[in-house]
């Protein structure tokens, strides 16, 4: 077997709308191509001695034990492999289900698709599997030792991968609210919403976190000196910078028990509590300077430690910690009590899991000695061996939920200790022997107070309530259950989506928001561009969607995108598709219009229930998507007399219909005339239908999202088929004696929209420059051809600079083979060079002719044109005379227009 490709999806795809997370592997059978399982031999033996666990496997059968049945019984390699990379991620535990195996039209390559969590984890299990498989196949067997270093592969993966309890639980909630989200390239900052109502968090800190407050909390002296002089009870301590003066301090905490700890440390790292002597001192001072230069002696106060969580300005969770330890047997030693212990499932390495795994350390092996023991000392039955000076999770530590008993005294304490440091998230570290009772009560103090501070041991306490405090923070973060969204409108289909995104981000413009577009010539940010290139895939979408200053997202959404990754985003407020015609069939494994059409439909699924999917009624691949999506349906005709839309409107469904002239919304029994087509300029003069199709679907997109009928008149006035609007869509240029027009049409469809506009030019010649993107089916240059000799009067064929694989002058023969196929007689000649071509048609245009130019680098193809010293026209232009003027068309030609 040979893996020929693997892809990783990210959003809504061709496989799936709910799951995102797919790696699609194009997986080559080679030898195998027709050879099921049950006759390769000591295959299915093999198998289960690797993996018994694929026992729990149902597959088509719907029981357990299904998917090996299969196996025994005989079926393809690739639909096993499929079966091994879900059961590799299992393993690892990282729980996945979902996988799908299609053959393509190639005989003997097969997709597998299958669910990750985690990308690289998905990758690499994909790999494996086939490594597994093969060797299965080769030696019967897959050593032991293979299989358990991919599975501690895999768990590495995903350890390194985890974004932390609090981030997750943060995530969870914000999931659980709808609200989105994404990771940003920088270390476990993730982003949560969109554009402008977007929010920040990097762990449990926030857009709304204060360096002033973080840094404060950082310097746990100046912390305590601001905290003492409000009033405040904090331990009496001091900060020293040098061992000798180590003594002195002592005496001015007054005496031992004292605690030394770093300045400036966090997680419980270089302190030492509890020191009753000179020589611990001595060793507690050397472990602190490990961590800071600046070291911390305070008086030691005793009790339990307890963190008190204040989210926003309230207390909503407060636990005990209690420090790592075991309890004795009277059996085990205390090394076999850790190990014991660390057995737990819900202990894992650093913040994998709830609980962290126990380790001890030098001043672990100081605190036993304290004890009275070693670790191998036998403890006797009910004793507590502490492990660890510190109460932090971090170290093995455990907690005990206490928020019902916390005094209300001091939760005004706590709030008020976090409004005097300044922040919006905080844990504050008291040590006391009651919580229940005030603590000057008891003699109490606050000993730190923590940025930043970890969510576990109230999410997950050993004892206690769990406490819901990721939901306080999304309440913070998005008050009155804000969505964090913006409007999101995605734009797909065939043909048309690029002008129909830049007219509806420019009618979208009209309500005085800043719109975000992608487009396949650049991505925009208001009237700026950011970014040039064919930028219609997921990444182009998240540079939008990751802006702060963007208030609506308008996303060209392109095949090729949607195959790669999948969209760039979850759901969408508005889907529309314009059109499904055959275009880049071949390639990608998607090779009927009807695979195309379903992979168009991902932009309609995606939408939210309340949301519309746009939907092109004269198209019936495209009305059929209604089945398959869940929003309302608004459906966009050129036909009045429309059944389809008729029934809808009935019903009480919204449409935008081209009648008597008029772009029109129909609703129920009221009919609002946005503007007649002759006077959008887009449309030009209402003689490129394709044009007002693409217009009453962007107006139809904008309505269902409540821009006025006013706000989308203006911006259809005000939206030209220009260089600066739409580059490279019906850009019309008079050079005096003659017309050039530069399109990007490039596909059968396309070529016939476009020859509805031409074939309307009877003033003069029509002179066509064509050709096509060079990974299209020969039979689609063939079409080309035929197209094109019916569209003009004399055709100058020319080809990409980049041929994408195919030979040098291979698609200028076959375009050529379709025109001689329906004119023998016809006038052409094959120039390869774009550049010698557009120029060749440009010095020999009769008066009054139409040089219409198809290239593959519209930037090129207007330059050249421009280097003529021509103007630019939005549409054509009534002269006052018959004689073509600078920049005018002549009343012949625009007569024979109309």
């Known amino acids: 077997m040979r893996i020929l490709k693997i892809q990783t999806l990210r959003g809504p795809n061709y496989w799936s709308i709910r799951r995102h997370k797919l790696i699609v592997m194009r997986l080559d059978l080679e030898n195998l191509a027709e050879t099921p399982s049950n006759e390769i031999p000591g295959f299915y033996e093999g198998l289960v001695e690797a993996l018994p666990s694929l026992e729990g496997h149902y597959c088509s059968p719907g029981c357990r034990g299904g998917f090996l049945m299969r196996v025994r019984e005989g079926t393809m390699m690739g639909h096993i492999v499929e079966h091994v990379a879900l059961e590799l991620q299992e393993l690892a535990g990282m729980h996945v289900g979902f996988g799908r195996t299609r053959e393509t039209v190639t005989p003997g390559i097969y997709q597998v698709v299958i669910e990750y969590l985690n990308e690289e984890a998905g990758r690499y299990a994909a790999r494996a599997a086939v490594r597994l498989c093969q060797s299965i196949i080769d030696r019967g067997r897959y050593p032991k030792a293979e299989l358990e270093q991919d599975v501690q592969d895999l768990k590495d993966f995903w350890r390194d991968a985890s974004l932390g309890p609090s981030t997750e639980a943060i995530i969870k909630e914000a999931e659980k609210k709808g609200i989105p989200w994404m990771p940003l390239p920088a270390r476990f900052l993730i982003q949560l919403g969109y554009g402008i109502h ?420 004269d198209d019936h691949r495209v009305a059929a998507m209604a089945e398959k999506t869940k929003a309302n349906i608004a459906y966009f005709t050129m036909n009045p007399d429309s059944d389809l839309v008729r029934k809808h409107i009935q019903q009480g469904g919204v449409a935008a219909v081209y009648e008597h002239g008029y772009l029109s919304i129909v609703k129920g029994d009221w009919t609002h005339r946005i503007e007649r087509a002759e006077n959008i300029p887009l449309t030009m003069g209402a003689r490129a239908p394709f044009m007002i199709a693409n217009a009453l679907a962007a107006s139809l997109a904008a309505f269902v999202q409540d821009v006025t009928i006013e706000q989308i008149r203006a911006g259809l006035r005000g939206f030209r088929a220009s260089v600066s609007q739409t580059p490279g869509r019906m850009n019309l240029f008079n050079l005096g004696k003659h017309h050039a027009l530069v399109d990007y049409a490039h596909n059968a469809a396309s070529y016939e929209a476009l020859g509805s506009f031409v074939r309307n030019w009877t003033t003069g010649q029509r002179i066509g420059v064509i050709g096509g993107p060079g990974d299209r089916r020969d039979e689609d240059f063939v079409t080309l051809g035929k197209l094109s000799a019916d569209i003009f009067d004399y055709i100058i064929i020319k080809e990409d600079d980049d041929t994408r694989g195919r030979p040098r002058g291979s698609a200028s023969d076959l375009i050529i083979q379709g025109i001689t196929q329906v004119k023998p007689n016809y006038r052409f000649e094959s120039i390869l060079d774009e550049t010698t071509a557009i120029n060749k048609a440009l010095d020999m245009a009769p008066d009054g002719s139409l040089v219409v130019v198809l290239p593959e680098s519209v930037n090129r193809a207007i330059k050249l044109i421009k280097m003529r010293g021509v103007q630019e026209e939005t549409q054509p232009q009534q002269s006052t005379n018959n004689d073509s003027q600078n920049g005018v068309a002549s009343s012949s030609a625009i007569n024979t227009l109309i």
């Open 198 to 617: 977007q929010k920040r968090i990097q762990a449990t800190m926030t857009n709304n976190t204060g360096i002033l407050g973080v840094e404060l909390a950082g310097d746990k002296e100046a912390t305590k000196r601001i905290l003492d002089a409000n009033g405040v009870p904090v331990p009496r301590g001091t900060v020293i910078n040098f061992f000798d003066d180590l003594e002195e301090a002592v005496e001015y905490v007054g005496g031992y028990p004292i605690v030394i700890k770093p300045s400036d440390g966090n997680h419980g790292r270089g302190i030492t509590i509890d020191i009753r002597n000179w020589e611990d001192a001595e060793a507690a001072y050397e472990m602190a300077r490990q961590v800071s230069r600046s070291v911390i002696v305070e008086r030691y106060y005793v009790g339990r430690d307890h963190r008190v969580l204040v989210v926003n300005g309230k207390v909503v969770a407060v636990a005990e910690r209690i420090p790592a330890h075991v309890v004795g047997n009277g059996k085990s030693t205390i090394t076999e009590l850790i190990e014991e212990t660390n057995q737990d499932p819900n202990r894992g390495e650093g913040h994998d899991n709830v609980l962290t795994k126990i380790e001890l350390d030098r001043t672990s092996y100081q605190l036993l000695d304290r004890q009275g023991y070693t670790i191998n000392s036998v403890p006797p039955q009910g004793a507590m061996c502490y492990l660890r000076a510190t109460a932090n999770l971090s170290t093995g530590g455990s907690a005990v939920d206490r928020t019902d008993e916390i005094h209300p005294e001091n939760i005004w304490l706590a709030q008020r200790v976090v409004r005097i440091i300044g922040l919006d998230v905080a844990g504050i570290d008291i040590v006391t022997s009651d919580i229940s009772r005030p603590l000057r009560e008891v003699d109490a103090v606050i000993v730190e107070v923590n940025a930043a501070p970890g969510f576990r041991m109230h999410v997950a306490p050993s004892i206690g309530i769990p406490r819901n405090v990721a939901g306080a923070v999304m309440d913070m973060l998005f008050p009155n259950e804000q969505s964090g969204r913006i409007p999101l409108l995605s734009v797909t289909g065939t043909n048309g989506k690029t002008t129909t995104t830049r007219l509806l981000a420019h009618i979208y413009k009209q309500t005085g928001k800043v719109v975000g577009y992608t487009t396949t010539d650049g991505t925009y940010i208001g009237d700026f561009l950011v970014e040039s290139g064919d930028n219609t895939g997921p990444q182009s979408a998240h540079v939008i969607l990751q802006d702060p200053t963007v208030e609506v997202a308008v996303l060209e959404s392109a095949r090729g995108g949607i195959l790669r990754s999948g969209l760039g985003f979850e759901n969408a407020n508005v889907g529309v598709v314009l059109n499904v015609s055959a275009d880049h069939l071949g390639i990608g494994d998607i090779d009927t219009i009807e695979q195309l059409a379903h992979l168009k439909s991902v932009v309609a699924e995606a939408v939210f229930p309340d949301g519309y999917a746009v939907l092109n009624a």
